[in-house]
């Protein structure tokens, strides 16, 4: 049974930092291409990051780049994404996926971005 199941989301000041992590199980995540993906209530989903099955290649969308940093730990099966210089426009419910056939989604977790 694939799981994904994200943790580490939070509420934050504006310019604090969040790390949320994504745990995977029931499939071989080492050969998967990840993604994060964000969703704020009543609007679209709005891809954020990615990365290869070996890390090799990192893509971000515009509105992150130069401020959140994706990364995996095959060995772990673990992919976090580090999350800095945060934005109130930043705040969504995160989701890591899995790029497979069909994509697999976790649960979510929230990042509300507030003073």
């Known amino acids: 049974q694939v799981q994904l199941v994200e943790s580490g989301g939070g509420l934050v000041q504006p310019g604090g930092s969040l790390r949320l992590s994504c745990a995977a199980s029931?499939?071989?995540?080492?050969?998967?291409?990840m993604s994060w993906v964000r969703q704020v209530p009543g609007k679209g989903l709005e891809w954020v990051s990615a990365?290869?099955?070996?890390?090799?290649?990192?893509s971000y969308g515009d509105s992150v780049k130069g401020r959140f940093t994706i990364s995996r730990d095959n060995a772990k099966n673990t992919l976090a994404l580090q999350m800095n210089s945060l934005k109130p426009e930043d705040t969504a419910v995160y989701y890591c996926?899995?790029?497979?056939?069909?994509?697999?989604w976790g649960q979510g977790t929230q990042v509300t971005v507030s003073s």
């Open positions: 990365i290869t099955f070996d890390g090799a290649i990192l």
């Open positions: 029931g499939f071989t995540f080492s050969t998967y291409t």
């Open positions: 996926a899995a790029l497979r056939s069909p994509t697999q």
